[in-house]
């Protein structure tokens, strides 16, 4: 073996080697926040359940919070960039927004309990590595309303003196609510859940003002 070969197979070592701990930390910091709860688990005890060592961890993470966030990045970006693929320029924004949150709801819904663990944590952000990547995924999901909401202007369907961004940020928050209500009622079937979403924002849509 050449010493070229011989340092990318080092090198393809201790990449496998990395992904192995990160996979192992993930996999021990999931079960604990599920078994033991967010507040009582710890870092050290992540750290053990993965063998690693607490620095390793921390090399990852910067602090519990941010390493709930490393537990599901990952997958909520995979899950958002297939959702927001779902937008259809010929819908009403009613029936896209549906659509595109349907995803949401069922990537929340596999794991019930880490999921109102996440929704719960997200509302606090630390600065972390991880923390950071998260806020962003979350501003892609309003970048995503949004774009939904300027071709239900472009339709005539929607007021124009609205900015997209801004009622795109009041409709989140509507989702978060409505995501929260669901997984605390049960995580009922998808169906009900998105129904639920869809009254909601249809309220928004016709307002509370006499006509």
Sequence with gaps: MTAAASDGATMGLRERNKLDKLRRIKTAARTLFVTQGFEDATVRQVADLAQVGLGTVFAYAANKRDLLFLCINDELETMLAASAARVDPAAPFLDNFCAVLRAHYAYFG????????????????????????????????VETIGRMIALGQDRGELRTDIEPKAAAAVVFAIVRAELRRWLADGALPIDRGVADLRRSVALLLSGLAKA
């Design 110 to 141: 596999e794991e019930r309990t880490l999921s109102m663990i996440v929704l719960r944590e997200l509302q606090f952000f630390d600065d972390g590595a991880q923390a950071r990547r998260c806020r962003a995924l979350l501003d892609s999901v």
